[in-house]
């Protein structure tokens, strides 16, 4: 079946999941349409709340992913899953292996799940999931340095996942995450050792967070807990990123699995972005837009440049510098003159 980008955008809102998945793939992909699609998809997006979910591998993110989206089904809200991890046992809308919880998943129709193998076009897939109109939308990434940094521009609450058992603690928490970290998770606190994960981030927490100790002097005058986030936490200026112990499979119950905390967790930080007064969810988004636009624009001037230089300037160019005729910075001043000049050969 063919589609064009008008007729499969208006499959994807009016809810077919079969237009969505081939909207996904459009994009995965690179379909020569696909940036046709995803502008006529833009202006139905803003709407779903999206979470990253980063850690190393094993620390039990696929499972953490599964726990809190049954959790919020059961709120009623839909959710969508994209898992960018080439290990996911999420595969098309399958769940691989005998995960009971992960099969809990499966034939609702609340639910979305889609794998991918590299995290190329995060930024276009959530946005279709976006336009798609899901409440939320779970992102899984392995972390490994820059997808990390990726899911924290994708995602509006990012929840950096710790496990006990993957080696020296102190080690494997490495001080890049806690910029990133909205929420930190302590996962698998079923396990012996997960108190010491806790002691190592928490340690990491206060001295790795200047923000915490300004607060702990601020904070009408009260030492705070990174741990226990007071009601009034969105009225702060700062956001000091919660810890919550979690067991993200059935070796818990739901009342003591800490699901609840993390999902509390993620809407309070929700809450402390979107608080009218602080208008930080808008000032988070203009950064992050300007970013995009500035980094779009760069590559478009660089394709547009490149493609105005006359054949063989570029490596005249690089002769010359190399021959030490020019310096580099003259040989790009001359480069930007035959670009302008090919631009418009009648102008000034
Ligand atoms: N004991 C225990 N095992 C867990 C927990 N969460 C995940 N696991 C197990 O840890 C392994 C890795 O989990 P997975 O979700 O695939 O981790 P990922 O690589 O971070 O996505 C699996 O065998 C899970 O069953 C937990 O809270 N407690
Ligand atoms: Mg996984």
């Known amino acids: 079946m063919t589609d064009s980008a008008p007729s499969l955008a208006a499959a994807v809102l009016s809810g077919s999941r079969r237009a969505l998945a081939r909207a996904l793939t459009w994009v995965e992909n690179e379909h020569p349409d696909s940036a046709a699609l995803l502008s006529t998809l833009y202006p139905h997006g803003g709407r779903a709340w999206v979470v990253g979910i980063t850690g190393a591998p094993g620390t039990g993110k696929s499972s953490l992913v599964t726990a809190l989206a049954l959790r919020l089904r059961q709120q009623g809200e839909t959710v969508a899953i994209l898992a960018v991890d080439p290990t996911s046992p999420f595969t098309g ?58 899911i924290a521009r994708a995602a509006q609450t990012t929840v950096v996942v710790e496990a006990p058992g993957l080696g020296d603690d102190v080690q494997a928490i490495k001080a890049g995450i806690l910029e990133i970290a909205d929420v930190l998770a ?117 394709a547009r440049l490149l493609a105005a230089l006359p054949a063989g300037t570029l490596e005249a160019a690089i002769d010359d510098v190399q021959s030490r005729q020019r310096s580099p910075h003259h040989a790009v001043q001359s480069l930007l003159d035959s670009a302008g000049k090919a631009a418009q050969p009648n102008g000034v």
């Open 93 to 150: 809308g399958a769940i691989l292996g005998d995960r009971i919880r992960m099969r809990d998943l499966s034939g609702d129709s609340g639910v979305f799940i889609r794998s991918m193998a590299t995290r190329g076009s995060l930024g276009g897939l959530i946005r279709v999931l976006d336009a798609a109109g899901f409440d939320r939308v779970l992102v899984e990434t392995v972390g490994a340095g820059q997808s990390e940094v990726d």
């Open 186 to 302: 302590v996962n698998k606190a079923d396990r012996a050792g997960a108190e010491n994960t806790v002691r190592a981030l928490r340690a990491m927490l206060e001295l790795g967070h200047p923000t915490q100790r300004n607060r702990m002097v601020n904070h009408h005058g009260q030492r705070m807990s990174a741990e226990a986030p007071t009601q009034d936490d969105h009225e702060a200026e700062l956001w000091v990123p919660p810890l919550v112990r979690t067991v993200a499979t059935r070796e818990a119950t739901p009342e003591n699995d800490g699901i609840g905390d993390l999902l509390d967790a993620i809407d309070r930080h929700r809450a402390h972005l979107t608080h009218a007064d602080g208008d930080k969810l808008r000032q988070r988004q203009r950064g992050r837009i300007e970013g995009e636009l500035l980094d779009r624009l760069s590559h478009a001037l660089m």
